[in-house]
């Protein structure tokens, strides 16, 4: 005798008969259910209007140029997704990306070999990670504090060391650049090689279970006997050790590196990339192949924009705009989805 | 009086052999506990036996919650006595009681709203693949979820739903289940009707006495409600200044003979107090 617990808040849709209404309703609710629905709607129209607007857009040049803007803002953002599910952020993550290229240089340039270079830059990322993670795990002080201040010391470091003179950056010849970002397609792969990794991770594996457990719920996580603050560490690091890898290939790519720019410009799309997405503020809830699309979304945003010839005085407010409205929509889009979704 | 301390002295070497005959699970003797000036708990002698629902009631402050976190292991008695299956036991911390079969659900902190309810069943206990990597058996803990569920006749409509959609009678039934699934013998249900449509709590009561009943799960139930409690429990235990006031079977007692014990009790510290002010 099985006891049905029901709830009158709860009723299940039951599955829609056959018939051609109810398939095109079936297709609405699976659409409904998706979290990344309204990235995906929004990213369209952004790809459809430009497109349109401008027949510069569908060539293999200014795709080429759009998935290399994108590698950067995209992997930053997957390590936000891990961060933003455990309910807390990681501001340093642009600092990391633009120092990571000057800790390879400076080993380079103490002799080491350049692969060996770049592995011992990454380890010093993961470092930088893992001192975001213990300070606020251990410490006790809200990883916005933290990380925006690891941000501010990593620019003063990368500006004391370099004497605030631009270098050009070793590794630009052979296979080797070819792998390691001079390729055309060498940053985005690494980069959709990144998110299948980071998504496996959070979808996939007893961690990434426990990422989620703990962002949602610490005290069940912890009662549960999760090591909560293990866990946390060590999404600080996977950050980290992304974000740096990503950035040295894109100076790789780019061929100099300069000191001069505050890491906050380059964190920040990472981070609306991650909401965007469907990535939730408050944790618990993260889409990697969301913050993808969110990447896309501003990335072809930017290219169009530049396309079109927007005026560089309206450039910031149309793309602060469109981003507002697509975050509106998704919010709005949300309520509506979550009656499908019960 | 020789006549009356003779079975305490005898009681101890002969300990063991009675509780394995009289199939108690869990009994306390003497147990105290003080915050630094405050005494909360004056010698608490307490037994639960298998399949056993036991409820505590008590006024605020009179001790329940803090025998509650001494048997869940959260802190430790500061005298006295836990025997757990007649085996004299100290807890350093909840996972430490846990390994003994204790473990307390909490209504609304025991799951994870966004994970769904196989990955709450599993929660910390996943099983994985290949050793190492730490990837998920997700279809194998979603086949076992369910099939256990099934065993203890709870139904779920659906496996896949995160805990956020459920009800407050579903999520407390999937906690309760969890704490069984993972071979809890002793349960510490805090208030586990609170919340609760009359129809919602109803199932909870039988998911209670089915697991009593059948699997010979013990329950250890607080609650202020006494109508909750009578239909939830066995025997009711009154902690009184921080001694067991009131022992009875709840089928010789009633909701009336409770109250009447509850309000005398009142009425009796009431009349010390005044006479303390007096003097």
């Known amino acids: ?342 | 009086m020789t006549e009356a301390e003779s079975p305490l002295v005898e009681a101890s070497p002969t300990r063991d052999a009675t509780l394995a005959a009289s199939d108690v699970v869990l009994e306390t003797v003497g147990v105290t506990k003080s915050y630094g000036a405050v005494v909360v708990l004056r010698g608490i002698d307490m037994q639960l036996r298998r399949g056993e629902v036991l409820g505590l009631v008590g006024d605020n402050g009179a001790g329940k919650s803090t025998l509650v976190k001494i048997l869940c292991g959260f802190q430790p008695p500061d005298t006295g006595k836990i025997y757990v299956e007649g085996k004299e036991v100290s807890f350093r911390s909840v996972a430490d009681a846990r390994r003994f079969g204790i473990e307390t659900v909490y209504q609304d902190l025991a799951l994870v709203p966004q994970l769904t309810v196989a990955q709450n069943l599993f929660l910390n206990r996943e099983l994985t693949l290949f050793g190492g990597v730490g990837w998920l058996s997700a279809g194998k803990m979603r086949q076992l979820a369910k099939n256990y569920l099934e065993d203890i006749k709870v139904e779920i409509p659906d496996i896949d739903a995160e805990a956020e959609s459920l009800s407050g009678g579903q999520r407390q039934a999937i906690a309760v289940a969890r704490a069984t699934r993972q071979n809890a013998k002793i349960l510490l249900l805090d208030e586990p009707l609170a919340a609760m449509g009359a129809r919602e709590s109803a199932l909870i009561v039988d998911l209670v006495k089915d697991l009593s009943r059948n699997l010979g799960v013990s329950m250890i139930v607080i609650d202020h409600n006494y109508t909750h409690l009578f239909e939830l429990c066995d025997r009711l235990n009154v902690i009184q200044q921080g001694r067991i006031a009131f022992d009875q079977q709840v089928q010789d007692t009633s909701v009336e003979e409770l109250t009447k014990f509850m309000v005398s009790q009142y009425r009796r510290e009431l009349a010390a107090g005044q006479k303390l002010l007096e003097q």
Not at chain 1, 38 to 53: E, G, K, P, R
Not at chain 1, 147 to 169: C, E
Not at chain 1, 322 to 328: E, F, G, R, T
């Open chain 1, 1 to 342: 005798m099985a006891r049905a617990i029901a709830s009158d808040s709860n009723t299940r849709q039951t599955p829609a008969p056959k018939g051609r209404g109810s398939v095109a309703y079936w297709l609405v609710q699976r659409a409904m259910q998706q979290r990344e629905l309204t990235v995906v709607l929004v990213t369209l129209f952004v790809i459809i209007y430009f497109s349109i607007a401008n027949s510069a857009f569908y060539t293999t040049a200014n795709i080429i140029t759009v998935a290399q803007y994108i590698a950067s803002i995209a992997v930053i953002g997957f390590g936000e997704v891990l961060i933003l599910v455990l309910g807390e952020i990681d501001l340093s993550a642009g600092a990391v990306y633009l120092s990571s290229p000057w800790f390879m240089y400076f080993f380079w340039t103490s002799g080491m070999p350049i692969g060996w270079a770049i592995v011992a830059a990454v380890a010093c990322c993961a470092g930088i990670g893992m001192v975001n993670g213990l300070i606020t795990v251990w410490l006790n002080v809200s990883s916005l504090i933290v990380t925006l201040a690891v941000n501010y010391a990593l620019f003063g470091i990368v500006l004391i060391k370099s004497n605030d003179i631009q270098v050009d950056m070793p590794g630009q010849t052979g296979h080797f650049s070819i792998i390691f970002g001079i390729g055309a397609w060498s940053t985005i792969l690494w980069a959709a090689a990144m998110m299948l990794a980071i998504w496996a991770l959070l979808k996939r594996t007893r961690f990434g279970l426990h990422i989620t457990a703990t962002g949602g719920n610490l005290l069940a996580a912890a009662e549960s006997g999760i090591r909560v603050r293990r866990v946390k560490v060590w999404c600080f690091i996977i950050i980290s050790s992304a974000s740096g890898l990503i950035g040295i290939l894109d100076a790789i790519r780019i061929g100099s590196i300069n000191p001069g720019s505050s890491g906050l410009d380059t964190v920040l799309p990472g981070i609306v990339a991650a909401v965007l997405g469907g990535t939730a503020l408050a944790g618990g809830r993260g889409t990697i192949f969301g913050a993808a699309l969110g990447a896309i979304f501003l990335g072809v945003l930017e290219d169009g924009f530049n396309l079109i010839g927007v005026n560089a005085n309206w450039f910031y407010l149309a793309e602060g705009v469109m981003i507002l409205v697509a975050m509106v929509a998704n919010t709005q889009l949300g309520i509506v989805a979550r009656r499908f979704r019960r």
